[in-house]
C-alpha cells in the first residue's frame, strides 16, 4: 500500500501570485502538441499544413480546450454551484475541467482555423486527433498533483493501492495513474499505430472518439463517483462520464463508417 505524496499543488509563488502545477500541467501538454505536430509536418509533410501554421493552430485549440473544458465542467456536471458563483468560473487551477466539454470547445476552435485556412475541417482533425493524447496524459497527472479524482476503493493487498488525504482511512485505486497512462500513452500508441497507413478522411478522429469513449467508460469503473452525481449512479448504475462516453461511441462508430466511404476526400482541400 502506498501513501499520497502530498505534493503541494503550488509549483511557484511570486508575491501574491501562485503558479499552480494543474496549469504547468496544460502547458506542457500545449507545448508537446506544438514540437510534435510541427516535427510530424517537417518528416511526413501535409496537405495543407505548415510548421508555422502550427503556432495558430495550437492557440485555436487551446482556446477551446480551456474554455470548452471549464464551461463543460460547470453545465455538464456543477450547474447548481456555478451559476450561484459565477466568478468561481474562472479558478481553473482547483481543477474542474471536463474532456466532454473541451473536445466540442476544440471541435469549435479547428472550425474556425480550418474556414481561415479554407481547408477541410476534418482534415485538421484528423492530425489534431493523434497528438491529443498527449495533453490527456499531462492533465491527468495535474488531476493526481492535485490530489482529486481518486478512485474506489481497492483491495487493501493491491501493492499500489493509494491512501488519499481526503479519501478515507482505506487505499483506493490511484484512477488519475490509470487514466494517464490509458487515455494518454495506450491511446498516443494506438494512433500512431493507425496512421501509418492512409486513412479516409474523418476516420482518424472517429477513431479517437471511440477509443476515448471505450476507454474513460472502462476506466469509471475504477474512479470514485463525484458525490454531487451519486444520485444519477443510484438511478442508472453509471457515472456521469460514462454517460457522456456512451453517445460519443456511437456517434465516433457512425461517423467512422460513414468516413469510410470515402465521402470527405474528394473535399479535403475544399474550403467549407
Known amino acids: 500500500m502506498l501513501i499520497y505524496p502530498s505534493i503541494n499543488p503550488v509549483a511557484l509563488s511570486i508575491g501574491q501570485f501562485n503558479i499552480h502545477w494543474y ?32 503556432d495558430d493552430f495550437l492557440f485555436y485549440g487551446a482556446l477551446g480546450v480551456i474554455l470548452g473544458g471549464r464551461l463543460g465542467y460547470c453545465l455538464f456536471y456543477r450547474p447548481e454551484i456555478y451559476l450561484l458563483h459565477p466568478l468561481d468560473l474562472f479558478k481553473t487551477w482547483d481543477g474542474g475541467m471536463s474532456f466532454h466539454g473541451g473536445l466540442i470547445g476544440v471541435c469549435l476552435g479547428v472550425y474556425f482555423f480550418s474556414r481561415k485556412l479554407k481547408c477541410s475541417f476534418l482534415l485538421l482533425m484528423d492530425f489534431a486527433s493523434v ?3 498527449i495533453g490527456l496524459f499531462f492533465g491527468r497527472v495535474g488531476n493526481f498533483i492535485n490530489g482529486e479524482l481518486w478512485g474506489r476503493l481497492c483491495d487493501p493487498n493491491l501493492p499500489w493501492g493509494m491512501l488519499f488525504p481526503d479519501g478515507g482511512p482505506f487505499p483506493r485505486h490511484p484512477s488519475q495513474i490509470y487514466e ?93
Open 131 to 133: 497528438l491529443v493524447p
Open 180 to 272: 494517464a497512462l490509458a487515455e494518454g500513452v495506450l491511446l498516443f500508441v494506438i494512433m500512431l499505430w493507425y496512421i501509418r497507413k492512409p486513412r479516409a478522411i474523418g476516420q482518424t478522429c472517429s477513431l479517437f472518439v471511440i477509443c476515448y469513449g471505450v476507454i474513460r467508460f472502462g476506466l469509471e469503473f475504477f474512479r470514485e463517483p463525484d458525490l454531487f452525481a451519486t444520485a444519477v449512479v443510484k438511478i442508472t448504475g453509471l457515472s456521469l462520464g460514462q454517460l457522456y462516453s456512451i453517445p460519443m461511441i456511437i456517434i465516433g462508430v457512425v461517423f467512422y463508417v460513414w468516413a469510410g466511404t470515402g465521402k470527405f476526400n474528394s473535399a479535403s482541400l475544399q474550403s467549407n
Open 23 to 54: 496549469g504547468v500541467m496544460y502547458l506542457l501538454g500545449f507545448l508537446c502538441f506544438l514540437y510534435v505536430g510541427k516535427w510530424r509536418i517537417k518528416h511526413y509533410g501535409h496537405p495543407v499544413l505548415t510548421p508555422e501554421m502550427m
